[in-house]
């Protein structure tokens, strides 16, 4: 298995990385809210965003956790949440946020919340189910949509150079960067770099477009992929489309597909 490389240094003291995308066992995650907080910061990342599929709570113990045990990391309570025209994350919000709603009103619900709004892996149907890029134009000329997902490390197609044309439509936009992990290996896989350190600093430069999106390229890898499809494998043999981890089936699964893992990545 190719290990992960961690990033060169920035070339600005002044500049910090943000993973804005991970997924724990609180949704369809296989680490715990702990777990990925010590992996954030083993990856040299300033601030997190815990994003489980319409749920809140893992952001909190995570955030509790870092804040109790004063550790140099920021956790953003965020919440990935479906729609009926596709995901958006909900960035810095306070409380939990009813899914499959109209988009609109999601979008509305963040902004009272003093929330930001991002569109997750755009046009996707694999890696997820994201906005249309009509739906992007859309709600950001209504003005409820405050950024979007350039790279993704979750997604099998690369959306990233099609953003990059379609970005200059978008000029008011800010472009972030997360590796939607669902396993600890793969935080920070894709990051987001802006201007000071702490997650308020963040807020401000989304607002301001300031944000720069980045990828490592050690992602496209073998492992990395065997991961991606066995998540995949679970959901659809759990036949349980939000929360597949918590079936027993999907326990049977992730066994088995763990002792594969152990026995030829060593992990």
């Not at 296989?30 to 040299?44: R, Y």
């Not at 009926?84 to 919340?113: D, M, R, S, Y």
């Not at 896989?189 to 944000?211: V, W």
């Amino acid at each position: 298995m190719k290990k992960y490389s961690r990033p060169k240094k920035l070339k600005s003291e002044t500049h910090s990385r943000a993973d804005l995308h991970l997924h724990t066992t609180f949704s369809d995650g296989e680490a715990d809210p702990q777990e990925m907080v010590n992996e954030a910061l083993k990856k040299g990342l300033s601030v997190i965003a815990i994003a489980d599929h319409n749920r809140i709570r893992g952001a909190k113990i995570a955030r509790k956790y870092a804040l109790d045990h004063g550790l140099p990391i920021e956790v953003i309570i965020a919440e990935e949440i479906y729609t009926k025209q596709g995901e958006v994350i909900a960035l810095f919000i306070k409380k939990w946020i009813k899914p499959h709603q109209n988009i609109e009103k999601t979008c509305q619900e963040i902004k009272k919340q003093g929330g930001l709004v991002v569109a997750v892996h755009p046009a996707s149907i694999i890696g997820g189910v994201g906005l249309s890029y009509r739906e992007i134009r859309h709600l950001t000329k209504k003005n409820l949509l405050d950024a979007f997902e350039h790279h993704n490390a979750g997604d099998l197609v690369r959306f990233d150079r099609h953003l990059t044309k379609y970005k200059v439509k978008l000029p008011d936009l800010a472009r972030l960067a997360g590796s939607d992990a669902h396993q600890k290996e793969d935080v920070g896989l894709c990051y987001t770099t802006f201007p000071g350190k702490s997650a308020n600093d963040l807020k401000k430069a989304i607002e301001k477009n300031l944000t720069r999106p980045h990828q490592e390229k050690t992602y496209l890898t073998l492992f990395h992929w065997f991961n991606y499809f066995s998540r995949s494998l679970i959901r659809i043999l759990s036949k349980k489309k939000h929360y597949p981890h918590q079936t027993s089936k999907s326990f049977k699964i992730r066994s088995m597909i763990n002792q594969i893992k152990q026995k030829y990545w060593q992990v």
